[in-house]
């Protein structure tokens, strides 16, 4: 019922630049929350950044502070992170989360998850 197309990911070098996107599709009634996390081998899945439908502004994790920017187009059920300056420890594959509500507004809300996707810094 719901489709999460995450892209924009690769291979750069530590200083250079990526955006990340992604593209929701479905049934859907509202995206409240849309925020990108990370995960590395290993590890838990940390928060990267998060933004509700009607902020503006997002929320970052320190780790990434004033090197990503996340931005979404509530008519276009989208959002993008742009990351600058990248590090070769931002090298692990992020992904897109959701928190929507799905057909009506007495639509049932649940917790979606993308696929992730891979990013490489190399130093």
């Known amino acids: 019922q719901v489709q999460i197309k995450e892209s924009g990911g690769g291979l750069v070098q530590s200083g250079e630049s990526l955006t990340l996107s992604c593209a929701v599709s479905g049934n859907i009634f509202r995206i409240y929350v849309m925020a990108w996390y990370r995960q590395a081998p290993g590890q838990q899945r940390e928060e990267v950044a998060d933004l509700y439908y009607t902020d503006t502004v997002a929320k970052y994790a320190d780790s990434v502070k004033g090197r990503f920017t996340m931005s979404r187009d509530n008519a276009k059920n989208a959002s993008s992170l742009e990351m600058n300056n990248l590090k070769p420890q931002d090298t692990v594959v992020y992904y897109c989360?959701?928190?929507?509500?799905?057909?009506?507004?007495?639509?049932?809300?649940?917790?979606?998850w993308g696929g992730g996707i891979q990013v490489s810094v190399s130093a």
């Open positions: 989360h959701l928190q929507l509500r799905t057909g009506n507004v007495d639509g049932s809300v649940g917790l979606y």
